[in-house]
Nanobody
Framework: QVQLVESGGGLVQAGESLRLSCAAS????????MGWYRQAPGKQRELVAT???????NDADSVKGRFTISRDNAKNTVYLQMNSLKPEDTAVYYC??????????????????WGQGTQVTVSS
């Protein structure tokens, strides 16, 4: 079983920064990619940023220049450094991880999991 645990959300004022963390644990064989998504009330979940194992990243246009995604492969952890936060960044942020894990029979199986979500609120 693989679990994702997120942390780092909170309430900040516009222009301030937060750093989100998401750690994967369990019978992981490898993680291909990790990413961050967000969902505001009444809106669709949207991609924020993704990163693959070797470090290539993909950021949404709305966060380019402000957010930076990174990962620590040894810790199976992905981070999202959020600078110059804006009220429109307010949302629940979800971590995602895609990879392979060991099943009960030790077979390698794919997984694509979501964290529990962490609230980010930016006040004006």
């Amino acid at each position: 079983q693989v679990q994702l645990v997120e942390s780092g959300g909170g309430l900040v004022q516009a222009g301030e920064s937060l750093r989100l963390s998401c750690a994967a644990s369990g019978s992981i064989f490898s993680i291909k990619a990790m990413g961050w998504y967000r969902q505001a009330p009444g809106k669709q979940r949207e991609l924020v940023a993704t990163i693959i194992r070797v470090g290539s990243t993909n950021d949404a246009d709305s966060v380019k220049g402000r957010f930076t995604i990174s990962r620590d492969n040894a810790k199976n952890t992905v981070y999202l450094q959020m600078n110059s936060l804006k009220p429109e960044d307010t949302a629940v942020y979800y971590c995602n991880a895609e990879g392979t894990y060991y099943s009960r029979s030790y077979a390698r199986l794919p997984f694509d999991l979501w964290g529990q979500g962490t609230q980010v609120t930016v006040s004006s």
